[in-house]
């Protein structure tokens, strides 16, 4: 028997729309109608020109309105954390190897203790080397430095004494705490489809998170998770697989085919902010509701 799938939305709060009474009502809003889960996204900064090819749409340009930035993403979990109960929330992702890994595993443990165990921690290597220059972060051999700063994280939440030693980061034997309320620790959800981004999900993760493949695409790459992760000596149960889309519509038939291939979660856009249509825009998300509680 396939489980019911869960759906969620993927939405990258964003100022001056994404206000505290907007997030107070949102949060309230999607545990009341069911939603399982809201994740969010990063990006520190944005360019009036990018060379870097954005790979959420077709064009590959990232358009963002004038005048308009996405909130903090540790910030903006703290704040839903602390007006929800029961909703998950996830990272949508954490650009891993432009942040200090020894602080990001501080800010998401700390927020997995105060939200009661809600966390998921979605992390990927990011597309845009304008950003990366940004912040001072290296832009050659992220991939790299990410599967070490997940070394380093898994250190910092799993070990009494934690400590590191890599090519790219050196951790002396530290004590970090809180530890995160999840046990062992906050589930880590791998995004991205190049073949390094599925080997790291296999070896580091306990999911992979996908974006704006069809059913048939995703039932592919999912073999392809399932050939890594038995090379890895590891299977496919327990390990959480998450769909997203930046598609103004997805077609209602693919809830049931996403559940069919092995997706346990698919994350509706819900780009539209504001308190003013705010209902009507989270109505417009029933209908995938109900499609999943038949799967």
């Known amino acids: 028997m396939i489980n019911p799938m869960k759906i969620g939305l993927f939405t990258p709060l964003r100022s001056p729309v994404a206000t505290p009474e907007f997030l107070t009502q949102l949060g309230a809003e999607c545990e009341e109608r069911g939603i399982a889960s809201l994740w969010l996204g990063e990006h520190v900064v944005t360019f009036p020109k990018y060379e870097s090819r954005y790979p959420g749409n077709p064009e590959g340009e990232f358009r963002f309105p004038q005048g308009s930035g996405l909130l903090d993403m540790v910030a903006s979990i703290g704040f839903l954390a602390a007006c929800t109960r029961t909703i ?3 990272t949508g992702i954490c650009i891993l190897p432009q942040n200090n890994p020894v602080y990001a595993a501080k800010e998401y443990a700390t927020l997995d203790f105060l939200s009661n165990g809600r966390l998921d921690f979605g992390v990927g290597v990011g597309w845009s080397w304008e950003e990366f220059e940004a912040v001072g972060a290296p832009w050659e051999r992220r991939g790299a430095r990410c599967d070490e700063y997940l070394q380093v994280i898994r250190s910092l939440w799993c ?8 090519e790219f980061y050196t951790l002396p034997p ?6 995160p309320i999840q046990q062992p620790m906050v589930p880590i959800t791998v995004g991205g489809h190049s073949t390094a981004a599925l080997r790291r999900a296999a070896r580091y993760g306990h999911g992979w998170y996908g974006i704006n493949a069809d059913p048939d695409e995703t039932a592919s790459i999912l073999a392809h998770i399932d050939r890594l992760l038995e090379a890895e000596g590891r299977t496919r149960d327990g390990f959480k697989i998450v769909m997203g889309t930046t598609a103004d519509a997805l077609p209602m038939d693919w809830i049931d085919r996403y559940a069919e291939v092995g997706v346990d979660e698919v994350l509706i856009p819900f780009l539209r902010q504001g308190t003013k249509h705010l209902e009507a825009n989270l109505d417009a998300v029933t209908p995938y509701l109900e499609a999943a509680r038949s799967t």
């Open 88 to 90: 998950r929330l996830g």
């Open 159 to 166: 070990d009494e004494l934690s400590s590191f030693e890599g």
């Open 174 to 179: 530290c004590y970090a705490y809180p530890k």
